[in-house]
């Protein structure tokens, strides 16, 4: 028999504080990387119709993936990075690495997705930013 049980945490408003600064600094990287590959996807287009024989596109950057992502880590994690639309400061260094990681290969995957389809071959559509809620 199989049970699963389902714990509430009860935070004290310094926790609730904490947790928000974690969260907000996630959505920050997400939307980081996955803006990195959508201006990849950009520069790598030619519109068919408009396109001259000879296409003279600018030298491509290379493709960003998971790992040359998750190499950035580091360099992001010296100093305060200021959030441009918002002016606040986010501090990489407080939350775990683990977990930024994941974010990394959950963008990996979702981009993925929204490009080869799943199993069945339907394709997801192209994935979404993440907001504050």
Not at 10 to 37: F, I, S
Not at 67 to 82: H, N, R
Not at 84 to 98: K, N, Q, V
Request: proline share 5%; net charge positive.
């Amino acid at each position: 028999m199989k049970t699963a049980y389902q714990y509430r945490l009860y935070l004290d408003p310094q926790q609730k504080v904490t947790m928000h600064h974690w969260l907000r600094t996630y959505q920050y990287w997400y939307n980081r990387m996955l803006g990195e590959r959508f201006d990849w996807w950009q520069q790598k287009r030619c519109a068919v119709n408009a396109c001259p024989l000879l296409c003279h596109l600018p030298a491509l950057k290379e493709k960003p993936n998971y790992y040359s992502q998750k190499k950035q880590l580091p360099d992001i994690k010296a100093d305060l990075v200021l959030v441009r639309h918002s002016g606040e400061l986010l501090d990489f260094t407080a939350p775990y690495a683990t977990i930024l990681q994941n974010v990394c290969k959950r963008v990996e995957k979702t981009f993925e997705r929204s490009v080869r389809g799943d199993c069945n071959g339907k394709r997801s559509g192209r994935p979404r930013f993440k907001g504050q809620g």
